[in-house]
């Protein structure tokens, strides 16, 4: 990219083409910045979906297996529409994990193999994060684009956690200890 490109995370930076679709420059700055903690929140949870993914073991292996892996793959798909997103707004979405680290509004935990309870409590944050930021997209940047983008990812968030607690419920009413791996 050339020095006089905005990566949407310096507004002193002219774009060559600024896009033109209702949003000023500074709510536009905002959202992609909000866009890339997202994206870092998506990351981050993708990363441990696939760490249950690898390292699942047990009766219920190939079934669990299977299943974070469809999990992962629609995150995956998620991130995609985040970052997709701040690039309509003129900014540039984040890509490295220094990055993601250091926009992630979940916990890292080094070291654990995340277990379904851990993923479930992450997805729930994930729906309380996405309800907020869809908030602040409608009431103080009045982009209706990105709240419906958030509103969207906040209800497949929905469905991976309902998806979660439902295993856990089977599990609990078998008798099995609740959490797997």
Same mark, same amino acid.
């Given at each position: 990219?050339?020095?006089?490109? +905005? ?8 774009? /060559?083409?600024?896009?033109? #679709?209702? !949003? ?18 998506g990351a981050v949870l993708t990363?441990?979906? %696939?760490?249950?993914?690898? +390292?699942? %073991?047990g009766a219920d292996f190939f &079934? ?11 995150? +995956?798909? #998620? ?12 900014? !540039? ?5 220094? &990055?993601?680290? *250091?926009?992630? %509004?979940?916990?890292?935990?080094p070291g654990d193999v995340p277990? #379904? ?9 994930? /729906? ?10 409608? &009431? ?14 906040? %209800?497949?968030?929905? *469905? ?12 609990? !009413? ?8």
């Amino acid at each position: 990219m050339g020095p006089n490109r +905005n990566n949407g995370h310096n507004p002193k930076l002219p774009l /060559i083409i600024q896009p033109n #679709i209702g !949003l000023d420059h500074d709510a536009r700055h905002s959202v992609v910045e909000l866009l890339n903690t997202t994206l870092a929140d998506g990351a981050v949870l993708t990363t441990k979906t %696939r760490s249950a993914h690898w +390292n699942v %073991r047990g009766a219920d292996f190939f &079934e669990l297996h299977t299943f974070f892996e469809a999990q992962y793959q629609l995150l +995956n798909n #998620i991130s995609d529409d985040f970052a997709e997103r701040a690039r309509m707004l003129g900014g !540039l979405a984040i890509g490295s994990l220094e &990055e993601f680290l *250091k926009y992630t %509004r979940l916990k890292e935990q080094p070291g654990d193999v995340p277990d #379904i309870l851990h993923l479930l409590a992450d997805h729930e944050a994930s /729906i309380r994060f996405l309800r907020e930021d869809a908030r602040k997209c409608t &009431e103080e940047y009045e982009d209706e684009g990105t709240c419906e983008l958030l509103v969207s990812a906040m %209800r497949l968030h929905e *469905k991976m956690a309902w998806m979660l607690r439902s295993y856990i419920e089977i599990e609990s !009413l078998n008798g099995k200890k609740p959490v797997i791996l």
